[in-house]
């Protein structure tokens, strides 16, 4: 099988990584990659999003399959795409169409899939610049703090947690008025503020059947102890321990099988990755977000603790035969901590050299935001490397992906040194 993996992050390293080790993998290609990527695959110099070049690509090396990792190409339609075209109609893809993945880039669109289907989620009403008086009224009436975001794709900063009635209609007008996320702001969601611990799951499916993955905990603040500004995410763990039998089969009845069953009922074909955020609240699940693909930094848990050929769960999630394999995973803990930049998430620094990785023994490498400059690795993003550490215990899996943080080594290196702790007190 000759595969093209469309990304360039944590995650994207991770599949490729994980593919080169099946066999049935031939050539493995990834479209622009990192320098990590280009240790176990080739990269093609070419945008996510430039669907043309990739179908040039892919019929110049025989690409029997493509794996969507960003959610952008996904949301832009790249399978209506590759449908469209009769020369590419035989080329498996993972990740669903663009009405699919309006599961992710429409809020209000998954709002609404929500409440048809019966999913549990937080309360919420959807105003435009022509109902901005009623949505200013509508949050007079609310307890605070209040969730507003913006409908749609905003790089993961179209979320804002009001604490006050003042931020959140200055807010309202800003994202409305304003166009504070340009278009992606031209809906916005408001919705009610659940208390409880996040967990994301992730499910894989072939539009008729689903495999569950391993869970995993994100930690998205750039600071220790959930502080300060959001990130794409500076770590994670996985299993969770409060994913216990109990609220999975909760989560498996109430979230991932209506969810399953509604997109067939709305005649979405969707074959690809659902990750579902979730809040346990008070033991119960609510859906927070859904997203089509996988996560990133998640998936440098997930992956390595699935013991199945992945790229036979690739194919047969393309072609509808989900049932026919068989998901066999870890019960080692993986956990791991990403490198940033200096300044990340705001204006961060490039080109910084980087250093030590020779060193690491203990720990996974993957690449997120790095590329070759001459013979040297240089960082090229915010988010640079995730460093996961395995073992039997939490405690001596998160001292690996740690050991590995402090080991590699660039100027302005930021990194969490509390990913998984609180999990540990958990468990
Ligand atoms: P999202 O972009 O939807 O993942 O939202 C970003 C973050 O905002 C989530 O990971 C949660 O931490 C938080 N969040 C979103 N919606 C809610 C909600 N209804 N209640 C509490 N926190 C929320
Ligand atoms: N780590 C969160 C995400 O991938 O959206």
Same mark, same amino acid.
């Given at each position: 099988?000759?595969?093209?993996?469309?990304?360039?992050?944590?995650?994207?390293?991770?599949?490729?990584?994980?593919?080169?080790?099946?066999?049935?993998?031939?050539?493995?290609?990834?479209?622009?990659?990192?320098?990590?990527?280009?240790?176990?695959?080739?990269?093609?110099?070419?945008?996510?999003?430039?669907?043309?070049?990739?179908?040039?690509?892919?019929?110049?090396?025989?690409?029997?399959?493509?794996?969507?990792?960003?959610?952008?190409?996904?949301?832009?339609?790249?399978?209506?795409?590759?449908?469209?075209?009769?020369?590419?109609?035989?080329?498996?893809?993972?990740?669903?169409?663009?009405?699919?993945?309006?599961?992710?880039?429409?809020?209000?669109?998954?709002?609404?899939?929500?409440?048809?289907?019966?999913?549990?989620?937080?309360?919420?009403?959807?105003?435009?610049?022509?109902?901005?008086?009623?949505?200013?009224?509508?949050?007079?009436?609310?307890?605070?703090?209040?969730?507003?975001?913006?409908?749609?794709?905003?790089?993961?900063?179209?979320?804002?947690?009001?604490?006050?009635?003042?931020?959140?209609?200055?807010?309202?007008?800003?994202?409305?008025?304003?166009?504070?996320?340009?278009?992606?702001?031209?809906?916005?969601?408001?919705?009610?503020?659940?208390?409880?611990?996040?967990?994301?799951?992730?499910?894989?499916?072939?539009?008729?059947?689903?495999?569950?993955?391993?869970?995993?905990?994100?930690?998205?603040?750039?600071?220790?102890?959930?502080?300060?500004?959001?990130?794409?995410?500076?770590?994670?763990?996985?299993?969770?321990?409060?994913?216990?039998?109990?609220?999975?089969?909760?989560?498996?009845?109430?979230?991932?099988?209506?969810?399953?069953?509604?997109?067939?009922?709305?005649?979405?074909?969707?074959?690809?990755? +659902? #990750?579902?955020?979730?809040?346990? $609240? *008070? =033991?119960?699940?609510? /859906?927070?977000?859904?997203?089509?693909? %996988?996560?990133?930094?998640?998936?440098?848990?997930?992956?390595?603790?699935?013991?199945?050929?992945?790229?036979?769960?690739?194919?047969?999630?393309?072609?509808?035969?989900?049932?026919?394999?068989?998901?066999?995973?870890?019960?080692?803990?993986?956990?791991?901590?990403?490198?940033?930049?200096?300044?990340?998430?705001?204006?961060?620094?490039?080109?910084?050299?980087?250093?030590?990785?020779?060193?690491?023994?203990?720990?996974? +490498? #993957?690449?997120?935001?790095?590329? $070759? *400059? =001459?013979?040297?690795? /240089?960082?090229?993003?915010?988010?640079? %490397?995730?460093?996961?550490?395995?073992?039997?215990?939490?405690?001596?899996?998160?001292?690996?992906?740690?050991?590995?943080?402090?080991?590699?080594?660039?100027?302005?290196?930021?990194?969490?040194?509390?990913?998984?702790?609180?999990?540990?007190?958990?468990?």
């Amino acid at each position: 099988m000759n595969t093209l993996i469309l990304g360039s992050g944590g995650r994207e390293h991770t599949f490729a990584w994980k593919i080169a080790q099946s066999p049935l993998c031939n050539k493995l290609f990834v479209a622009p990659g990192n320098a990590g990527t280009a240790q176990v695959a080739t990269n093609l110099s070419i945008g996510y999003n430039d669907f043309e070049k990739i179908a040039e690509a892919v019929l110049a090396n025989d690409i029997d399959l493509v794996i969507v990792g960003p959610e952008e190409p996904l949301v832009k339609g790249v399978r209506d795409f590759f449908q469209s075209r009769e020369e590419l109609q035989h080329v498996l893809m993972v990740g669903p169409d663009a009405h699919g993945a309006m599961l992710e880039g429409s809020k209000d669109f998954s709002k609404n899939f929500m409440l048809k289907y019966g999913i549990p989620t937080a309360a919420s009403q959807t105003f435009t610049k022509d109902t901005l008086q009623e949505g200013l009224q509508y949050l007079d009436n609310q307890r605070l703090p209040i969730v507003l975001k913006a409908d749609g794709l905003a790089a993961g900063k179209g979320v804002i947690i009001a604490q006050s009635l003042d931020e959140a209609k200055t807010a309202l007008s800003e994202m409305l008025i304003d166009a504070k996320f340009g278009d992606a702001s031209s809906k916005v969601v408001i919705e009610e503020f659940l208390t409880g611990i996040e967990l994301s799951v992730f499910v894989l499916t072939d539009g008729k059947n689903y495999k569950i993955l391993p869970e995993a905990k994100d930690y998205k603040r750039i600071g220790e102890g959930d502080q300060g500004l959001n990130t794409g995410g500076m770590g994670a763990v996985s299993p969770v321990p409060f994913a216990n039998e109990k609220f999975m089969k909760s989560v498996e009845e109430q979230v991932i099988i209506p969810t399953v069953e509604g997109l067939k009922k709305e005649g979405i074909n969707y074959n690809g990755f +659902i #990750f579902i955020g979730l809040m346990n $609240h *008070e =033991g119960e699940p609510y /859906v927070i977000e859904y997203n089509a693909r %996988m996560g990133d930094p998640e998936t440098e848990v997930v992956f390595p603790r699935i013991e199945s050929d992945i790229l036979a769960l690739m194919i047969a999630t393309a072609k509808g035969e989900l049932s026919d394999i068989e998901l066999v995973v870890s019960k080692q803990h993986a956990v791991t901590t990403m490198i940033v930049a200096g300044g990340y998430p705001e204006d961060y620094r490039k080109g910084d050299v980087i250093v030590g990785y020779d060193s690491v023994k203990d720990a996974l +490498i #993957f690449h997120a935001g790095t590329k $070759h *400059e =001459g013979s040297m690795v /240089v960082t090229n993003g915010g988010r640079v %490397m995730a460093l996961t550490g395995m073992s039997n215990t939490l405690e001596r899996a998160i001292q690996k992906s740690q050991k590995a943080a402090q080991q590699i080594l660039f100027d302005g290196k930021n990194y969490r040194k509390d990913i998984g702790l609180d999990v540990l007190r958990y468990s």
